[in-house]
């Protein structure tokens, strides 16, 4: 490999999704005359296109940095530099960025290439592709940069694709208020973010990795601290952890590949990655630590169960993913970084095949999405149905699937570490339980018992199953990355965890430590959990498509009332707040503030005219008058 | 009193009357008068400055001043001229049309 395509290789990552966006965003339907001309097969063809290379240049930077532990890092140019205030866009290629990088443009690459089967009944579609290829821009951006500050352009850039894809349909109102929602609910957080930033380069005159990273001043502690915890309030916006989740769930009314691109493997994982990333920070908090486990904890088991209720195909994965976040927050919090990204990237490969597969399955139903009226579609959709097997499985953790691997060690970890416990446990555990239940669930009520409603004609085109079964592969295979260290212990090989190998220079490894259970128990443990809650599931909703216990089911299917609180809390105070400000601030003020602006020159132009009598003499006298006050001001000076 | 203050009240006193002159008088020849009669107390005061500093650069600057006086009075008056023909008069009370 030559020097200049290596040295150079994070901006064209970067860049090729960019040059795709201008490509179907401004070439393109300038070429078709209108946007709504578009072909959805060249649109799509060029996105995808563009993907696939950065995806390849994503694979040789991986393989650059086989070979050495330091970053490709890439000065691209000084955005500010004044005096002490320097800000420069770095382009930093490390192990985690890697990482990241390949998820981003590799199941971006899968899931463009699915949207142009999904997407084939829609006029103007390149402008779905030019937000997906700007999507990858920014969360690309976000994932190299090596500043906060440009982390945070790619986590707003993040952000409005969100709020652009979600809204893609936007001529019904319940998706422009989704997205709305989603928006509004993120920049709680971000401004978070942004007074993290502020207190950080306050503290340590830098918001560079790199050099935040010797600047963690002990004398600091207390700004230190509250920056942490701001920094963590940004991350739960993002990533959809307690209290700021609710906007995932209502974000399915974006098309389902952007759910399975945007809303399941890549940008809400943008809180994990920075926790990662800054690890260094938070680890100085052990209480912060605590909290963010418990939120995670909780979160896992609050999405969970509303998962259970929810009729709506894509929502039940919504609260779904809701939950495994919950569940690499509680990794985070315990300390164990890496398998937080090691779920990560699991997660990423069997949320976007079960989204996507659930894409399929409302792809073949006619744009259907509730499941009450689906069932039976195994024999129709067969691709699908074993693909979503596979998905399923991952979820669910069984042996050999790549869930079982990264959950598992998720549990272990939280037990042996000195911040996890019991009571940390049991919640992953029964969240564990949960995500079989309300998996298992999906699949009896669409694929297996009786078609109810004789809906799905038709298995999806290749585009659209291709993505699904290398995603299945993935699903299935992809757990042998982090397999534990005990079981090759016990085998006498040498350690197997390649994940933690590759991520170590980047992330310290979570100490070894001995548990009250070891690790071949806990795995046990967790496969015993999602077998029964997969038996329970199947048995319960084989015959009715309800939670059998009425009182719960009331609770969950309001999902704990949480909207409905925030509604009254934040969003009805708001409106009034505002309606106020159009009544009285608006009509009263701003809009006659113009017109007195206008009258008050009037009248005093008015007053002014009789000064200007054009009698030669009166002038003179003023200016005789201005005179002799000039030299009475300065005889007046002088003697003071 | 010595000379030179006599000759400095003297000088303001001049200007003052020019100064009233020019404000109080509508007939246009006469405010040129005043002007003359300022532009002259300042000429009283720059030679008796001369006189008392011992420096000859006042004295000359009242030549620049006679001279560039004689230019004003004629532009004044020509000026003066056109100003009668157009309004009938040169009282400044009745050639307020243009206001300034």
């Given at each position: 490999?030559?020097?200049?395509?290596?040295?150079?290789?994070?901006?064209?990552?970067?860049?090729?999704?960019?040059?795709?966006?201008?490509?179907?965003?401004?070439?393109?339907?300038?070429?078709?005359?209108?946007?709504?001309?578009?072909?959805?097969?060249?649109?799509?063809?060029?996105?995808?296109?563009?993907?696939?290379?950065?995806?390849?240049?994503?694979?040789?930077?991986?393989?650059?940095?086989?070979?050495?532990?330091?970053?490709?890092?890439?000065?691209?140019?000084?955005?500010?530099?004044?005096?002490?205030?320097?800000?420069?866009?770095?382009?930093?290629?490390?192990?985690?960025?890697?990482?990241?990088?390949?998820?981003?443009?590799?199941?971006?690459?899968?899931?463009?290439?699915?949207?142009?089967?999904?997407?084939?009944?829609?006029?103007?579609?390149?402008?779905?592709?030019?937000?997906?290829?700007?999507?990858?821009?920014?969360?690309?951006?976000?994932?190299?940069?090596?500043?906060?500050?440009?982390?945070?352009?790619?986590?707003?850039?993040?952000?409005?694709?969100?709020?652009?894809?979600?809204?893609?349909?936007?001529?019904?109102?319940?998706?422009?208020?989704?997205?709305?929602?989603?928006?509004?609910?993120?920049?709680?957080?971000?401004?978070?973010?942004?007074?993290?930033?502020?207190?950080?380069?306050?503290?340590?005159?830098?918001?560079?990795?790199?050099?935040?990273?010797?600047?963690?001043?002990?004398?600091?502690?207390?700004?230190?601290?509250?920056?942490?915890?701001?920094?963590?309030?940004?991350?739960?916006?993002?990533?959809?952890?307690?209290?700021?989740?609710?906007?995932?769930?209502?974000?399915?009314?974006?098309?389902?590949?952007?759910?399975?691109?945007?809303?399941?493997?890549?940008?809400?994982?943008?809180?994990?990655?920075?926790?990662?990333?800054?690890?260094?920070?938070?680890?100085?908090?052990?209480?912060?630590?605590?909290?963010?486990?418990?939120?995670?904890?909780?979160?896992?088991?609050?999405?969970?169960?509303?998962?259970?209720?929810?009729?709506?195909?894509?929502?039940?994965?919504?609260?779904?993913?809701?939950?495994?976040?919950?569940?690499?927050?509680?990794?985070?919090?315990?300390?164990?970084?890496?398998?937080?990204?090691?779920?990560?990237?699991?997660?990423?490969?069997?949320?976007?095949?079960?989204?996507?597969?659930?894409?399929?399955v409302?792809?073949?139903?006619?744009?259907?999405?509730?499941?009450?009226?689906m069932g039976g579609l195994a024999s129709k959709l067969p691709l699908t149905h074993i693909?979503m097997l596979?998905?399923?499985?991952?979820?669910?953790?069984?042996?050999?699937?790549?869930?079982?691997?990264?959950?598992?060690?998720?549990?272990?970890?939280?037990?042996?570490?000195?911040?996890?416990?019991?009571?940390?446990?049991?919640?992953?555990?029964?969240?564990?339980?949960?995500?079989?239940?309300?998996?298992?669930?999906?699949l009896v009520?669409t694929f297996w018992g009786q078609a109810?409603?004789?809906?799905g004609?038709?298995e999806?085109?290749?585009?659209?199953?291709?993505?699904?079964?290398?995603?299945?592969?993935?699903?299935?295979?992809?757990?042998?990355?982090?397999?534990?260290?005990?079981?090759?212990?016990?085998?006498?090989?040498?350690?197997?965890?390649?994940?933690?190998?590759?991520?170590?220079?980047?992330?310290?490894?979570?100490?070894?430590?001995?548990?009250?259970?070891?690790?071949?128990?806990?795995?046990?443990?967790?496969?015993?959990?999602?077998?029964?809650?997969?038996?329970?599931?199947?048995?319960?909703?084989?015959?009715?498509?309800?939670?059998?216990?009425?009182?719960?089911?009331?609770?969950?299917?309001?999902?704990?009332?949480?909207?409905?609180?925030?509604?009254?809390?934040?969003?009805?105070?708001?409106?009034?707040?505002?309606?106020?400000?159009?009544?009285?601030?608006?009509?009263?003020?701003?809009?006659?503030?113009?017109?007195?602006?206008?009258?008050?020159?009037?009248?005093?132009?008015?007053?002014?005219?009789?000064?200007?009598?054009?009698?030669?003499?009166?002038?003179?006298?003023?200016?005789?008058?201005?005179?002799?006050?000039?030299?009475?001001?300065?005889?007046?000076?002088?003697?003071? | 009193?010595?000379?030179?203050?006599?000759?400095?009240?003297?000088?303001?006193?001049?200007?003052?009357?020019?100064?009233?002159?020019?404000?109080?008088?509508?007939?246009?020849?006469?405010?040129?008068?005043?002007?003359?009669?300022?532009?002259?107390?300042?000429?009283?005061?720059?030679?008796?400055?001369?006189?008392?500093?011992?420096?000859?650069?006042?004295?000359?600057?009242?030549?620049?001043?006679?001279?560039?006086?004689?230019?004003?009075?004629?532009?004044?008056?020509?000026?003066?001229?056109?100003?009668?023909?157009?309004?009938?008069?040169?009282?400044?009370?009745?050639?307020?049309?243009?206001?300034?």
């Amino acid at each position: 490999m030559s020097e200049p395509i290596l040295s150079s290789l994070p901006l064209w990552i970067l860049l090729l999704p960019l040059f795709g966006f201008l490509l179907n965003g401004l070439a393109y339907p300038l070429a078709a005359k209108g946007m709504g001309r578009t072909h959805v097969g060249i649109a799509g063809g060029i996105a995808t296109v563009v993907m696939f290379l950065s995806f390849i240049l994503a694979c040789m930077g991986f393989v650059a940095l086989r070979s050495s532990n330091g970053p490709l890092v890439q000065p691209l140019y000084d955005w500010v530099a004044i005096s002490d205030l320097k800000i420069s866009l770095v382009l930093h290629l490390d192990r985690l960025s890697s990482l990241m990088t390949l998820i981003i443009t590799g199941i971006g690459t899968l899931i463009h290439l699915y949207s142009i089967g999904y997407m084939s009944h829609e006029k103007g579609a390149a402008r779905f592709f030019a937000y997906l290829n700007l999507f990858c821009f920014a969360m690309l951006l976000l994932v190299l940069s090596d500043n906060l500050l440009f982390v945070f352009f790619g986590w707003e850039g993040v952000g409005l694709c969100s709020y652009l894809l979600i809204s893609y349909w936007y001529s019904e109102e319940a998706n422009a208020v989704a997205a709305r929602k989603a928006f509004l609910v993120n920049r709680v957080g971000d401004l978070g973010f942004v007074l993290a930033m502020c207190i950080l380069y306050l503290n340590a005159g830098t918001l560079s990795f790199s050099a935040l990273a010797q600047h963690m001043a002990p004398e600091a502690m207390g700004m230190l601290g509250i920056a942490a915890v701001l920094l963590f309030f940004a991350a739960t916006g993002k990533s959809a952890q307690l209290p700021l989740y609710v906007w995932l769930p209502d974000a399915m009314a974006g098309p389902t590949p952007v759910s399975a691109l945007i809303h399941a493997a890549t940008m809400v994982t943008a809180g994990i990655y920075l926790f990662a990333r800054m690890h260094f920070m938070f680890e100085l908090f052990p209480n912060l630590m605590v909290l963010v486990a418990w939120t995670g904890a909780l979160t896992a088991l609050f999405a969970g169960t509303i998962a259970l209720v929810q009729n709506d195909i894509k929502r039940v994965l919504a609260y779904s993913t809701v939950s495994q976040l919950g569940f690499m927050f509680l990794a985070l919090g315990v300390g164990a970084y890496q398998t937080a990204v090691f779920h990560l990237m699991t997660h990423a490969f069997f949320k976007a095949l079960l989204f996507l597969g659930a894409g399929s399955v409302i792809h073949g139903c006619d744009g259907e999405q509730d499941m009450r009226k689906m069932g039976g579609l195994a024999s129709k959709l067969p691709l699908t149905h074993i693909t979503m097997l596979a998905g399923s499985a991952a979820i669910i953790g069984l042996p050999v699937f790549s869930g079982f691997f990264s959950k598992d060690e998720i549990l272990y970890e939280v037990l042996v570490q000195p911040r996890g416990g019991w009571l940390l446990f049991a919640c992953g555990a029964v969240a564990a339980f949960l995500t079989a239940v309300y998996t298992v669930r999906l699949l009896v009520l669409t694929f297996w018992g009786q078609a109810r409603q004789g809906l799905g004609g038709h298995e999806s085109p290749f585009v659209m199953t291709l993505p699904l079964v290398i995603l299945a592969v993935l699903a299935t295979v992809g757990g042998f990355l982090g397999v534990p260290h005990a079981w090759t212990h016990a085998l006498g090989l040498e350690s197997m965890h390649s994940l933690s190998a590759w991520l170590s220079p980047v992330i310290p490894a979570a100490a070894m430590l001995e548990g009250p259970l070891s690790e071949g128990v806990v795995s046990f443990l967790a496969v015993a959990l999602g077998v029964a809650g997969s038996i329970v599931s199947y048995l319960t909703f084989r015959r009715r498509f309800d939670l059998p216990l009425p009182g719960l089911r009331r609770l969950f299917e309001g999902k704990f009332f949480v909207d409905e609180i925030y509604g009254a809390l934040f969003v009805k105070p708001l409106y009034r707040a505002g309606e106020w400000m159009a009544r009285v601030l608006e009509v009263g003020f701003v809009q006659n503030f113009g017109g007195w602006l206008g009258s008050g020159s009037l009248w005093s132009g008015q007053r002014m005219r009789a000064l200007q009598n054009g009698d030669l003499q009166a002038f003179a006298l003023v200016l005789t008058a201005g005179l002799v006050a000039i030299i009475g001001i300065l005889l007046v000076w002088a003697h003071v | 009193m010595e000379t030179g203050t006599l000759l400095h009240l003297l000088s303001a006193y001049l200007f003052c009357m020019g100064l009233l002159t020019l404000l109080l008088r509508r007939n246009t020849i006469v405010m040129l008068m005043g002007i003359e009669l300022m532009l002259n107390a300042i000429n009283l005061s720059f030679v008796t400055f001369a006189h008392e500093l011992q420096q000859v650069s006042g004295q000359l600057q009242v030549f620049f001043v006679i001279t560039i006086a004689a230019a004003e009075s004629a532009v004044g008056l020509s000026i003066l001229v056109n100003v009668y023909r157009n309004f009938g008069s040169i009282k400044t009370n009745l050639t307020t049309r243009m206001r300034g």
